[in-house]
């Protein structure tokens, strides 16, 4: 089964940084490409970030410049570095991983979110 778990959600003030990692298993991890999602409370799911097989990156506009999602194949795992953070910020984010990405999808696979509360 594939797994995707993440983690380094938290509480940070407006200006702060945090950096969420996903650990994936069941997959080969150097063949898809992976993504961050959020969603904030009473809004919908939101693409963040993605990153392709080969380390193309893709971003949302109102994180670019302040976000980068990256990947270390070796420890299965993919980042979102997250800087200046603002309170808009505020939402669960989720990773998710596909085996033909290209730019912001499609992803197959979902992990079950990590709490990421940015105050003013």
């Known amino acids: 089964q594939v797994q995707l778990v993440e983690s380094g959600g938290g509480l940070v003030q407006a200006g702060g940084s945090l950096r969420l990692s996903c650990a994936a298993s069941?997959?080969?991890?150097?063949?898809?490409?992976l993504g961050w999602f959020r969603q904030a409370p009473g809004k919908g799911r939101e693409f963040v970030a993605a990153i392709s097989q080969n380390g193309a990156t893709y971003y949302v506009d109102s994180v670019k410049g302040r976000f980068t999602i990256s990947r270390d194949n070796a420890k299965n795992t993919v980042y979102l570095q997250m800087n200046s953070l603002k309170p808009e910020d505020t939402a669960v984010y989720y990773c998710?991983?596909?085996?033909?990405?290209?730019?912001?999808?499609?992803?197959?696979?979902w992990g079950q979110g990590t709490q990421v509360t940015v105050s003013s």
């Open positions: 998710a991983a596909g085996p033909r990405v290209v730019g912001r999808g499609p992803f197959d696979y």
């Open positions: 069941g997959l080969t991890f150097s063949s898809y490409g």
